[in-house]
């Protein structure tokens, strides 16, 4: 007996309303990279300025959320969750981010782009971050928003700044790592989403996850720490009577800054390209032997 034609119209909308399974979204995600290869530099550089401000903006509502309290327990995981803001706004407001674009490695793995325009697009958008997350540390600052109220929002950032620069290089390699496996997850699972409330769920407990276990985040540590710059070189003078303030302010460095961002830029790689991305690839898109067609 054939299906009614309401039983299959009822048939297509689940399909239609349904996630995706893995294989799926494994397909979707080298579709994405393909396309975000292909983008032009012009507007792959817009959307990474873009992707670095928006990361900026959680940063900034998660240092406010935490000023003045315990950085552990509780208040940690609520900081995580309002920091996700910064990936919610990536994934459905549209921008480009480098670490989630490290799932891009299946597209290469595939075949379907090159390792130069991978590499070439890594470079852009990594640029571009930059560009983005300075652009909002820029803002913040000359807006005061961490000297409103009694200023501890501006002790706080200078406590994450510091904190960041001195982490010893191999500690933020491996908290890179650790890291941008659970941002590719939250960009993994929100390929899967129908909806764009199942999009914000699919972000919201792995990024939040990362910043309670204090993991390193490459394009959030470019906006946490510049903005400790400023607040150190060109913030009152008054900032650095605390003496929280102050111990944070001698313990920034450049030469910190750069190692950090170097350690934590090659962890995110592989933690999101090779321990996720590349994973999934060879379970769900590597040819198999019984799929090749038969030699004669």
């Known amino acids: 007996m054939e299906p009614s034609r309401e039983g299959l119209f009822e048939s297509q909308k689940s399909r239609l309303l349904d996630a995706l399974l893995p294989a799926d979204i494994a397909r979707r995600a080298e579709e994405v ?36 309290a315990d950085p552990a327990g509780p208040v940690r995981a ?34 379907r782009v090159r ?29 005061g928003q961490p000297f ?39 960009v993994w699972l929100s390929y899967g989403a129908r909806s764009t409330a199942d999009k914000i769920l699919a972000v ?20 946490f720490v510049p903005l400790g710059f400023l607040l150190r070189d060109l913030g009152p003078e008054t900032l650095l009577t605390d003496p929280a303030a102050v111990a944070a302010a001698e313990a920034l460095s ?5 190692k950090n961002l170097t350690a934590v830029t090659f962890g995110n790689v592989i933690g999101g390209g090779i321990l996720v991305g590349a994973v999934y690839w060879f379970i769900y898109l590597r040819r198999r032997k019984a799929d090749l067609p038969e030699q004669f």
């Not at 590499?119 to 807006?143: D, E, P």
């Not at 450049?254 to 750069?258: C, E, K, S």
């Open 33 to 68: 990279g393909v396309g975000k290869v292909r983008l032009d530099v012009v507007s792959l550089a817009a959307l990474s300025v873009l992707g670095g401000a928006f990361i900026g903006l959680g940063g900034m509502f998660a240092s406010s959320v935490l000023a003045g």
């Open 78 to 111: 609520l900081a995580g969750l309002v920091f996700a803001l910064g990936l919610v706004l990536v994934v459905v407001g549209g921008a480009e981010l480098f670490t989630g674009n490290n799932l891009m490695v299946m597209a290469w793995a595939s075949g």
């Open 115 to 143: 390792l130069t325009e991978m590499l070439r697009a890594w470079a852009i958008v990594y640029l571009g971050n930059f560009v983005g997350s300075l652009g909002t540390a820029l803002l913040v600052f000359l807006a």
């Open 148 to 186: 409103l109220g009694d200023g501890t929002t501006a002790i706080t950032a200078l406590q994450i700044a510091a904190a960041k620069t001195s982490l010893p290089v191999a500690n933020a390699f491996f908290l890179g790592i650790l890291c941008n496996v659970l941002v590719c997850l939250a």
């Open 204 to 223: 919201l407990f792995p990024v939040s996850a990362f910043v309670t276990a204090g993991f390193e985040h490459s394009v959030a540590n470019m906006y």
């Open 254 to 258: 450049w030469v910190g800054f750069i």
